[in-house]
């Protein structure tokens, strides 16, 4: 009984030290932007000696699924928000002519009703044609005000739309860039293995 509880509390401490060094690994793909957590990746990736003699540039399976997990993510949640700029775009633009429409019609009521009587019904009510006019300036200079507002957050939408493709564009190029640049180094390791593989040959 004595020679298991020595044997339980070395089992506890190198578990809780493989667990601390999981996390501290695991940290920067989950906290750090794409370009560090590529950078990280390239780092942590280390050469060994297969069975054959030859060498090989390893990297964590689990950080690649992070990586891909991260990056999918990234380009998703901008698809989404472009997706949702451009609703909200077409939306507005659908508003937009609407108040156009309906600010055309007010004005032709405006000049059929200038060339009527002083005295006019409007609801049942009569009215005067000054007063009559005030209230029809009033929903014109109204509807003129809303379809500068939705103009403007039509506007406003079409920039987001701008930097949301920007910014897919970025992480996409960055994606590019950094697949290039682990390609190069993977050649460059093979290359640098091949020579020493010839060297030994010649050497022999």
């Known amino acids: ?44 990736s280390g050469n060994f000696r297969g069975t054959n003699g030859s060498m090989y540039e390893a990297v964590k399976l689990s950080m690649l699924l992070a990586l891909q997990a991260n990056t999918i993510d990234s380009i998703n949640t901008l698809q989404k928000d472009l997706e949702t700029a451009n609703k909200l775009g077409s939306d507005q633009k659908i508003e937009i002519e609407d108040l156009k ?8 009521d405006l000049e059929q009703t200038n060339s009527e009587k002083n005295s006019m019904s409007l609801f049942g009510m009569q009215l005067s044609k000054g007063g009559y006019n005030a209230l029809m300036w009033s929903i014109i200079v109204g509807l ?61």
Do not use: C, W
């Open 1 to 44: 009984m004595k020679f298991f509880k020595p044997s339980i509390l070395l089992f506890l401490l190198i578990t809780t030290s493989v667990l601390a060094q999981e996390n501290d690994d695991e940290a920067p793909m989950q906290n750090g932007t794409i370009d560090e957590q590529f950078e990280y990746v390239l780092e942590k």
């Open 101 to 108: 429409t309906k600010l055309a019609d007010t004005q032709a």
């Open 144 to 204: 003129i005000i809303l379809l500068g507002f939705f103009i403007l957050k039509f506007k406003n939408s079409n920039t987001i739309t701008v930097q949301a493709r920007q910014s897919l564009a970025e992480v996409e190029e960055e994606f590019e860039e950094h697949r290039k640049r682990a390609l190069e180094r993977e050649q460059k390791v093979r290359r640098q293995l091949q020579d020493e593989i010839n060297k030994q040959k010649k050497a022999k």
